[in-house]
């Protein structure tokens, strides 16, 4: 199966704590990066994940609350210093544009690559990025501003052929691709042999849901039904719903509902609130009500 690993870089909420970093997550689909949110610090964080610069072509902004958005212009300037030459693309909400390219132009003069910015609307379903092996879409969230989340599909893979039917059959080369996405196989005599007998199905293609800064939102669980794997924020404890109300956050309960109701078969929570310190109080209350919560940490990766 090919890498759908997510990587966890900061969980923590805005205000800075020694214990959690400020938001930001890396996604690996098949070795290509994408980064989700970019907090203070998080190149740090991304020098500590061991994952390859080179490879990290995108970043997703959920929205530009400073603790999702002040690491942009350190990273940008950190991949100048090492002589980047790729096209660094970002997805944002179009103020993001006239916010970070004074910076770039003042603090990166000569980049040797280029920063490429995709405005989007955060109020509106759509697909704003599509390749060969993934699609982004955006997930309207109800915030204090304009905040969307993002849902990564795979994209479905070719069934697998079978090779002792390729040897059986002395299928030519120039068929296998053909079988793989569906064809029968006609022998010399003119025998037809079914796809069905030739290959077996392909993995299903896998899916990650992250929604983060948010009040409690029902109506989200009909874009993420069943994905495998959510982030969810869970910046309170249900004791502190009035905060959570206030803030436009969730408590670890309600993204646990959310969760349960969306049927998705893994739930991370993070985002967490500095108030807490420890947070296993929000893993019980959510497990309570959907049973595989993990909390989110610093460095933690999750396969899918």
């Not at 689909?29 to 995108?58: A, P, Y």
């Not at 069943?226 to 910046?235: I, N, P, W």
Request: hydrophobic residues 35%.
């Amino acid at each position: 199966m090919e890498k759908f690993d997510l990587h966890i870089l900061g969980c923590g909420s805005a205000l800075p704590t020694m214990r959690h970093q400020a938001t930001s997550q890396v996604v690996n689909i098949r070795e290509k990066l994408f980064m989700i949110d970019c907090g203070e610090g998080t190149q740090v964080q991304l020098r500590r994940s061991r994952l390859k610069f080179s490879r990290l072509n995108h970043i997703f902004i959920s929205h530009l609350h400073g603790d999702h958005c002040f690491g942009l212009i350190g990273v940008i300037s950190t991949f100048g210093m090492l002589e980047r030459t790729a096209d660094l693309h970002i997805y944002s909400h179009p103020d993001l544009i006239g916010i970070l390219q004074p910076q770039i132009d003042f603090f990166c003069k000569g980049m040797s690559y280029n920063v490429v910015f995709h405005p989007f609307d955060p109020k509106a379903r759509d697909v704003i990025y599509d390749d060969r092996s993934v699609s982004v879409e955006t997930i309207p969230l109800r915030h204090r501003m304009p905040t969307c989340g993002f849902l990564f599909r795979e994209k479905p893979t070719p069934n697998h052929i079978k090779r002792e039917m390729i040897d059986f059959y002395q299928i030519p080369v120039y068929m296998i691709n053909r079988i793989k996405n569906g064809e029968d196989f006609i022998t010399e005599e003119g025998k037809t042999i079914p796809n069905d007998w030739l290959t077996t199905p392909s993995d299903p293609p896998r899916s990650y849901a992250y929604c983060s800064d948010t009040a409690y939102f029902p109506s989200v669980t009909e874009q993420i039904q069943g994905v495998d794997l959510l982030f969810h924020e869970a910046t309170f404890a249900s004791s502190d719903s009035a905060r959570a109300r206030q803030t436009q956050h969730s408590t670890a309960r309600q993204a646990a509902q959310i969760a349960r109701d969306a049927q998705v078969k893994r739930l991370v929570i993070g985002h967490f609130s500095a108030r807490y310190d420890d947070e296993e109080i929000l893993l019980k209350e959510a497990q309570e009500v959907f049973p595989n919560t993990v909390l989110a940490q610093e460095n933690l990766q999750l396969s899918i």
